[in-house]
């Protein structure tokens, strides 16, 4: 059996499926085995997740459909160059369902056909269904999910085409994770919600650390993340700091969590020096649905996660409303569609350098969390001309 420690208590959790810590209900994580980081690899490398399964709770194969490996890209413009700066895009929108949950829900999924789980539920405002639903096909497993009524219906579409069956939820995402766990705790089912509630989503997130830390060969100088409850930031750092147990790196990145100015309860701790994260009452919501989240409820997952960017010397930055969209464009005139949660850590790496957090020489990365299919920008007025003949093209060319 694996072992999950409380961060609160310490206490170590050893029955499966492991959620929450059965002593005093705190957040869990994963405890790797004592076998070195990738030593178990054979010489010619298992391919994606399967290369890191000794940091893994899976026993087995992970069943695969080729998430991992994503390009860590450089998108370094003049200035950076000058200063000696480079600014790295780490391509999780490109993974198969298009969004980084796909590694969490790979290892989840597996680990719950390996313990024999024929059901599973989970909160979602699109990513993490679709993402299930995806995996749970692959492993056998039937999968419902509680989506927010405004979730987009690119991601409600791709969900029902993997298979799952869903329901919305009146209100916001907090309200569709507080149905989930009610659900889950009566009828003794695996909640794959993508917060803490699910230890092996997180693990499974760690190997974007690793392959950051692989493909460098060093860790950054810093690694901005857009976070909702903020499980990829925890997982990001877990990653390190295993990494630098076994002396495969020097160093912990400084870790920034980026929150949309219309839902940022995590900042807005940062800002006033708190230890303790309040739940949000957000007026409007935000285009940035993946980081659309209040934390009612759940706003332990905050405090660990504000915890975590202090002690890297970090930051938690807001991005404005008309700044995500501006960024959203600007990453798509580097080649690269994503959603606008997404561009987030080109406001925040700005913002930062502006700052002094972030210095000349420093290598940066920021984590693009998901393809901008799943959740486009709203703001296109995009009417194009009507052309019948060839020669009606130069006009078009003259604007």
């Known amino acids: 059996m694996f072992k999950f420690q409380c961060i609160q208590c310490g206490h170590i959790e050893k029955k499966e499926p492991a959620s929450r810590c059965g002593k005093c209900?705190?957040?869990?994580?994963?405890?790797?085995?004592?076998?070195?980081?990738?030593?178990?690899?054979?010489?010619?490398?298992?391919?994606?997740?399967?290369?890191?399964?000794?940091?893994?709770?899976?026993?087995?194969?992970?069943?695969?459909?080729?998430?991992?490996?994503?390009?860590?890209?450089?998108?370094?413009?003049?200035?950076?160059?000058?200063?000696?700066?480079?600014?790295?895009?780490?391509?999780?929108?490109?993974?198969?369902?298009?969004?980084?949950?796909?590694?969490?829900?790979?290892?989840?999924?597996s680990r719950a056909r390996e313990l024999g789980i024929k059901k599973a539920v989970v909160a979602s405002v699109g990513n993490a269904s679709s993402s299930a639903a995806a995996y749970g096909a692959l492993n056998g497993i039937s999968i419902y999910a509680a989506v927010p009524e405004s979730t987009t219906v690119s991601k409600v579409y791709q969900a029902l085409t993997y298979g799952a069956k869903l329901f919305k939820v009146p209100g916001g995402y907090s309200d569709s994770h507080e149905l989930v766990k009610k659900i889950c705790a009566e009828r003794g089912l695996l909640n794959l919600t993508t917060t803490f509630v699910n230890p092996y989503n997180v693990a499974g997130f760690k190997t974007i650390g690793y392959e950051i830390a692989e493909e460098l060969k060093k860790a950054p100088d810093a690694v901005l993340i857009p976070i909702g409850a903020g499980p990829l930031l925890a997982a990001v750092y877990q990653a390190f700091r295993e990494l630098q147990e076994k002396k495969q790196v020097l160093k912990i990145p400084k870790l920034v969590g980026i929150q949309s100015a219309r839902c940022c309860p995590v900042v807005d701790a940062w800002k006033e020096g708190k230890e303790k994260v309040e739940p949000y009452c957000m007026k409007e919501p935000t285009i940035a649905s993946g980081i659309n989240d209040e934390l009612r409820g759940y706003t332990d997952n905050g405090d660990y996660v504000l915890k975590l960017i202090r002690e890297t010397g970090g930051a938690a930055i807001e991005i404005p409303e008309e700044d995500v969209i501006r960024c959203t464009h600007e990453m798509g005139e580097k080649g690269l569609y994503v959603e606008p949660a997404s561009a987030s850590g080109l406001y925040a790496f700005r913002k930062l350098r502006e700052q002094g957090v972030i210095k000349a020489q420093d290598t940066v990365v920021m984590i693009a969390t998901g393809s901008g299919l799943k959740n486009p920008v709203k703001d296109f007025s995009f009417k194009p001309p009507t052309i019948t003949e060839a020669d009606q093209f130069q006009e078009i060319t003259e604007e």
Do not use: H, W
């Not at 405890?31 to 990738?38: A, C, P, T, V």
């Open 25 to 109: 209900g705190g957040i869990l994580v994963f405890k790797n085995q004592d076998s070195m980081l990738g030593e178990d690899r054979p010489k010619e490398r298992a391919r994606g997740l399967n290369r890191y399964r000794s940091a893994l709770p899976v026993e087995g194969e992970i069943r695969s459909l080729g998430e991992g490996n994503t390009p860590l890209l450089d998108i370094s413009g003049e200035m950076e160059q000058k200063e000696g700066t480079r600014l790295l895009v780490k391509c999780e929108f490109m993974n198969p369902t298009g969004s980084f949950k796909d590694r969490g829900m790979s290892v989840s999924l």
